[in-house]
């Protein structure tokens, strides 16, 4: 029996230090939280990948963390590169986190051209009144991006709150943008063979 390679879709997290990039990725990783006092600093890119089930897809998101390098050195492109999707992170309590994303939305668009890029609002436990950024601040900056952000979220790593919903839609996200790509790909590795479609011809016709 022919083993059924599951797709990777390389996900990066941009945005300052500081916003709860490296507690996402905790969360994704094993949905665990460690407050800021009991953390050991580390540098490093890392990644990890988890498999979902969208329909009947199989899609594995390769998750990649800065480990702190952006407080050290501009991240490389090497970072960026074969990102189907970036998520752009900022902390709600922050508002200098929220308007540097235009820095970080640049960085994304000139070396992963191709990604869909995400906004996500860290830090959604604060009670009432307590964040700097709102709704219609985040609404704006859609806005001012025409359309080059595909949702938004907020989450709170803190009690694990839309990390997980996040994820799940963003995973659904990226297997329909690429449902074709996927089922061609299934088809063969299935001893299918895919061949460029003439001129006139159904791209879809298998020979």
């Known amino acids: 029996m022919a083993l059924v390679r599951i797709p990777e879709q390389k996900i990066i997290l941009c945005g300052e230090y500081g916003v709860g990039k490296s507690s996402l990725f905790r969360r994704f990783l094993n949905n665990t939280f460690v407050p800021t006092s009991d953390r050991q600093s580390t540098l490093g890119l890392d990644h990890y990948e988890k498999g979902y089930t969208v329909g009947d897809k199989e899609i594995k998101l390769q998750l990649w963390d800065t480990g702190g390098m952006e407080r050290v050195a501009s991240i490389t492109s090497s970072y960026y590169k074969f990102a189907e999707a970036a998520i752009l992170v900022f902390a709600l309590d922050n508002a200098a986190s929220f308007h540097s994303l ?34 219609s601040d985040m609404e704006a900056f859609c806005e ?7 949702a938004t979220y907020k989450t709170s790593c803190k009690t694990g709150e839309g990390v997980e919903e996040m994820f799940r839609d963003i995973a659904t996200q990226l297997v329909t943008s690429n449902r074709s790509r996927f089922e061609l790909q299934a088809l063969e590795q299935h001893g299918f063979k895919i061949e460029p479609a003439e001129e006139g011809q159904d791209p879809s016709c298998i020979c």
């Open 102 to 135: 235009s820095q970080h939305m640049l960085e994304i668009v000139t070396y992963a051209e191709n990604a869909k890029i995400y906004l996500c609002g860290n830090k959604s436990d604060l009670e009432a009144g307590t964040p700097q950024v709102t709704d």
């Open 144 to 150: 001012q991006c025409q359309s080059l952000i595909s």
